[in-house]
C-alpha cells in the first residue's frame, strides 16, 4: 500500500511541471536580452574581421610554436618532478588521495543542495508565471484590495412611511403621471 501511496504522490505532485514552467519562463526572459547582444556583436563584427584579416599567419604560428613548446618543457619538468617524489611519498599520496575523496564526497553534497534550491526556486516562479498566465495573479491582487480596503458607509435605507411623509411634507404642484404613447401600428409587408 505504501507504494501505492508513493506513486500516486508522485503522479499527482505538480512540482515538476512547475519548474519546467519556471524554467521555461526564465529563458523567455533571456531571450528577451537576445537582440541587444546580436546588435552589440554585429557593432564589434567589422572591427574584429578587419583585426584578424591584418594578423599575420606567420606571427601566430610563432606565437603558438612557442607558448606549445614552453607547455611542453613545463609539463615534463611537473611528471619528472611527481614522479621522483612518488616512491618517497607513497604514504603522504595515500592520504592525499582519501581527502580527495572526500573533498569529492562533500562537494557532491554541496552541489545536490544547490540543484535543489535551484529548482525549487524554478518551481516557484514556474508556479507564479503559470497563475499570471491563468490570470489568477489578477484575482489575488482583487482579494488583497479587498481585504485591504476599508467597506464605505452605508446610509439606512428610508422606510416606505419615511418616503410618504417626506413627498407630503414637500410644497408645489403634485407630479402628473407621464401619458403613454400608443404603439405604432405594424405596417403589413
Request: proline share 7%; no cysteine; hydrophobic share 40%.
Amino acid at each position: 500500500m505504501a507504494i501505492t501511496d508513493d506513486l500516486r504522490k508522485t503522479l499527482t505532485d505538480p512540482t515538476p511541471l512547475y519548474a519546467a514552467a519556471g524554467t521555461a519562463d526564465l529563458a523567455a526572459e533571456k531571450l528577451k536580452e537576445v537582440p541587444a547582444l546580436l546588435e552589440k556583436f554585429r557593432a564589434e563584427a567589422p572591427e574584429r574581421i578587419a583585426a584578424v584579416r591584418s594578423t599575420d599567419p606567420k606571427a601566430v604560428q610563432e606565437r603558438v610554436t612557442k607558448q606549445a613548446k614552453e607547455a611542453q618543457v613545463t609539463i615534463q619538468g611537473k611528471v619528472n618532478e611527481v614522479l621522483g617524489s612518488l616512491d618517497s611519498d607513497l604514504k603522504k599520496f595515500g592520504q592525499n588521495a582519501q581527502d580527495f575523496a572526500l573533498q569529492g564526497v562533500g562537494r557532491a553534497a554541496e552541489y545536490a543542495v544547490k540543484a535543489r534550491e535551484t529548482y525549487d526556486e524554478l518551481a516557484e516562479r514556474g508556479q507564479r508565471a503559470v497563475k499570471t498566465w491563468r490570470g489568477d495573479a489578477a484575482e489575488e491582487i482583487t482579494e488583497i484590495a479587498v481585504a485591504v480596503e476599508p467597506e464605505p458607509e452605508r446610509k439606512p435605507e428610508p422606510t416606505v412611511g419615511a418616503v410618504v411623509a417626506s413627498e407630503k411634507a414637500k410644497p408645489g404642484p403634485a407630479k402628473k403621471p407621464a401619458a403613454r404613447k400608443p404603439a405604432a401600428a405594424k405596417k403589413p409587408q
